[in-house]
């Protein structure tokens, strides 16, 4: 059941459109021209606070707490800039309070409770939530729709998992995010391993026996310069 009229989550997901188109380019945030006018931000935000999303119908849930997160992070960047990075914030994803369709909630809640913990089989979440750093997969400059959500998910994955910073191979070994440790079972539902989740995206595979480590995350700050 929803509680908000439809109109209120069409014009939610399309002025969120507008909004990444704007302020997003090739995977950055241009953080300096929100914090010198916030206004479509705090009127994009009022409005998701109003929206209220069941997860009976998936892909408009979906959506909505995915865009509300990504909008929520640049909140959070905006409130306290300049910074360099999210982690120079302390309880940045853990601890900070959001007003957001009707719940007061962390970013981590939203990630982890919100998303994850409803839909535990859908690792494509940590290639569209974006962190503020860029060690993420980038943050796209278009909103996620409920019509498009799954082919979204699956560009996304796809992008990520073929890009050579991200997923990057060397002879016979690999060097991979560290969100493939941290939530390495996500990734292993199923029986599988990480090459067999990796490789289900690839347009070149890795090896089947490439020993795989993981390099540092880079938690600097995905902003335009």
Known sequence: MFFAHGQDENAFFSKADIFFNTYVDQGRVDYKSIVQDRSELDVL????????VSSEDETTYQAFWINGYNLLVIKSIVDVYPIKSPMDKAGFFEEKIHKIGGKEITLNDIEHKMLRGVFPKESRFHFVLVCAGLGCPPIISKAYTPNTLDI????QTSLALNNPEF??????????????????????????????YINQYRTVKLPEKAKVSYYPYNWALNEIK
Do not use: C, M, P
């Open 152 to 155: 979204q998910l699956e560009t």
């Open 167 to 196: 997923i990057q191979l060397h002879k016979n070994k690999v060097k991979i995010s560290q969100i493939f440790e941290w939530y390495k079972g996500d990734f292993t539902q199923s029986g599988k391993n990480l090459i067999n």
């Open 45 to 52: 935000l009022t409005l998701a606070n109003e929206i209220r």
